[in-house]
């Protein structure tokens, strides 16, 4: 199993802003993932973070939208950039690649 | 894409009634997990299934990967007020590349009428 501590836990910020979401892992680990679940809905694969390397965008998710930073094995950051209300959602960060473990969350509203 | 249907999408039981629940796909996956996601939490792992028929068990929860690899269904036992909560399937597909993503389910909402 993991620990995985994501900060912040929650924020309302105003549309045009930026806000960047970290997360900690207790352990190193190669993958992290990061998801978006919008209100009521499923989670989505937002991009797979390795250390080293650019990360891996899925099919509707853009570098320039979502930037992500990976400097080490326990840490990851996930930027919303410009955003506006339709990114009001929670942003979860995970490790592992089948039997995942996720963060607490950061639950995004934009006004 | 694929595709992951649970049925039905909320319930509302009394406490100490059985629940079933089901997660279908329109494609095979070869690994069928299953998620509790609790308010203000991230999801948490319940049960892991690897192989087409296999039954799992973890205290009062049972799955089962289905035999045709296109479902799986979780019932829990004599529910109790800690079982509230959103339960997401989840399936994932292994390819000569390596495993693909976890693909959820659209989640089943549990509550627990007092």
């Known amino acids: 199993s993991a620990v995985i501590s994501q900060k912040p836990s929650r924020d309302i910020c105003q549309r045009g802003t930026s806000l960047t979401i970290q997360c900690q892992v207790d352990s190193q680990v190669t993958m992290m993932f990061w998801y978006r679940q919008q209100p009521g809905q499923s989670l989505t694969l937002i991009a797979t973070a390795n250390q080293g390397s650019e990360a891996t965008y899925e099919s509707g998710f853009v570098i320039d939208k979502f930037p992500i930073s990976r400097p080490n094995l326990t840490f990851s950051t996930l930027t919303v950039s410009n955003m506006s209300p339709e990114d009001s959602s929670i942003y979860l960060c995970s490790v592992g690649y089948t039997e995942a473990f996720f963060g607490q969350g950061t639950r995004l509203t934009v006004v | 894409g694929q595709q992951l249907n649970q049925s039905p999408q909320s319930m509302f039981i009394q406490e100490g009634e059985d629940v079933s629940m089901n997660c279908t796909s329109s494609s095979i996956f070869n690994t069928w997990l299953w998620y509790k996601q609790d308010p203000g939490e991230g999801p948490v792992l319940l049960i892991a299934?690897?192989?087409?028929?296999e039954l799992t068990s973890n205290g009062r929860l049972t799955a089962q990967f289905g035999i045709t690899r296109k479902d799986s269904f979780l019932n829990i036992s004599a529910s109790i007020p800690s079982d509230v909560g959103i339960y997401f399937c989840a399936g994932q597909l292994w390819s000569n590349f390596g495993n693909e993503k976890l693909t959820f389910g659209t989640g089943t909402r549990l509550t627990i009428i007092p």
């Open positions: 299934l690897y192989k087409a028929g």
